[in-house]
């Protein structure tokens, strides 16, 4: 896989860690009668920062892949055009 399908590949990743902490938060409060701000926040630092944080990881990898793979390209379409 060329460089910027992986960088894509780790920012799907990140998205889909993110967004599985909102719905384990979700779920987690399925059986409260009443929803507010407080309360829905309360879930989520009870489902914990340790999904935020791998999310983070993967995005900035995911975008150092990608700016990787375009510097690639660059220094190909250079060395292409001197030859």
């Known amino acids: 896989m060329k ?4 960088g894509v590949s780790f920012i799907a990743i990140s998205a889909f860690l993110i967004s599985t902490k909102y719905m384990s ?6 059986g409260v ?3 507010n701000e407080q309360l829905f926040n309360g879930m989520l ?3 914990g920062g340790l999904l935020s ?3 983070l990881f993967s995005l900035i990898i995911g975008i150092g892949y990608i700016i990787w793979g375009e510097y690639d390209e660059f220094l190909e379409k250079k060395k292409k055009s001197k030859g």
Do not use: N, P, Q
């Open 3 to 6: 460089r910027r399908g992986v």
């Open 53 to 55: 944080t791998f999310s």
């Open 45 to 47: 630092d009870y489902v």
């Open 33 to 35: 009668v009443s929803w």
């Open 25 to 30: 938060a979700a779920i987690f409060g399925s």
